[in-house]
């Protein structure tokens, strides 16, 4: 498996409504995406959410990576205090209960 893991900071007062965004347009876009394997969204501080995205493969995953960019900059540009920053990378341990 395959995981980006992508750090959003927003501009003050703005988590509410990005949350929202995500429910309502991204998780169905990328729910639809070949070998989507899970995605999350933490809230860590004030005004900053962190989503972790996970594929099958490294190739699924930066395919993914464009439709991403897009989404982000339609939905997201008005949204952001700052670029976001993201990192990804090959799972080598992961456990659920």
Known sequence: MHTRVTKYQLKPGRTAEALQLVRDH???L???AEGFV???MIETDA???V???TFTTAEQSL???ELAREWVFENFG???ASPSEMTMGTVRISTMR
Do not use: Q, R, V
């Open 38 to 40: 899970s995605f999350e």
């Open 30 to 32: 990328i729910t639809g």
């Open 63 to 65: 395919s993914a990576l």
């Open 47 to 49: 005004d900053e959410l």
């Open 51 to 53: 989503g972790l995205l």
């Open 78 to 80: 008005d949204l952001l």
């Open 26 to 28: 991204w998780l169905n």
